[in-house]
């Protein structure tokens, strides 16, 4: 089974904070994901990478920065946060093997940005 | 571009009878894989089950099963013999086009009452 383990639970910041959600994966899987949560729009997806030190675009990323450190840990990064990226954000990661791999998800990190 | 649709936001059923519930999805690509997630209660999110585009029958997992219909380009998500922990919310998800990265519907909330 796989595990991905996300960092806070919860985080409370104000206008123009600056923000790391953290996420670690022990299952060696290439692909990581963000996602963000939201009422009426399901999971939208901010960045993702398909192994250390690559990034890729998402389709919501705008005020969003992420980084890739290694196989294991993905960040997502708020560098001017404001209160429309408050939110529920989850992490996945999945197997590299081929098309239509399952994702394993975190537990979620809960941001209000006031 | 690729866009998923759940137009049913909640649905609520007696325990133990079938519960249906509708996604329809978008995209120009001739080869696709369409998904349904559950989300529970506490937040945790994971795979159901998967249907093949180029696979005509059914997909079936335990007490769920899909019914594709490709020329609709509908996918909905069959629950029999529903249980209360069957409550939670449901997400559609398709992969298309790129790699690994899936679209996600807005989301399915189902309540099964005793």
């Known amino acids: 089974e796989a595990a991905v383990t996300q960092s806070p639970r919860n985080k409370v910041t104000v206008t123009g904070g600056n923000v790391t959600l953290s996420c670690r994966q022990t299952?060696?899987?290439?692909?990581m994901y963000w996602y963000r949560q939201d009422t009426g729009h399901g999971l939208r997806l901010i960045h993702y990478?398909?192994?250390?030190?690559?990034?890729q675009i998402g389709d919501v990323p705008d005020g969003y920065k992420a980084t890739r450190t290694t196989q294991e840990d993905f960040f997502l990064l708020l560098e001017l946060a404001s209160p429309s990226q408050t939110s529920l954000y989850f992490c996945a990661s999945s197997d590299a093997g081929g098309y239509a791999e399952t994702l394993y998800f975190g537990s979620g990190t809960r941001l209000t940005v006031l | 571009a690729q866009k998923v649709t759940q137009t049913q936001t909640s649905i609520s059923v007696m325990e133990k009878t079938t519960v249906t519930m509708d996604c329809v999805y978008e995209t120009q690509d001739s080869s696709y894989f369409l998904f349904w997630y559950k989300q529970t209660a506490s937040g945790e999110i994971v795979f159901l089950i998967r249907?093949?585009?180029?696979?005509?029958e059914n997909a079936t997992v335990g007490h769920y099963s899909l019914n594709f219909q490709k020329p609709k380009s509908s996918i909905g998500l069959i629950i029999t013999a529903t249980q209360i922990e069957d409550s939670a919310v449901y997400f559609c998800a398709m992969e298309s086009g790129s790699f690994n990265k899936l679209t996600f519907g807005a989301g399915t909330r189902l309540a099964v009452c005793p």
């Open positions: 299952n060696s899987h290439n692909y």
């Open positions: 249907q093949d585009s180029y696979k005509k």
């Open positions: 990478s398909y192994g250390a030190g690559n990034l």
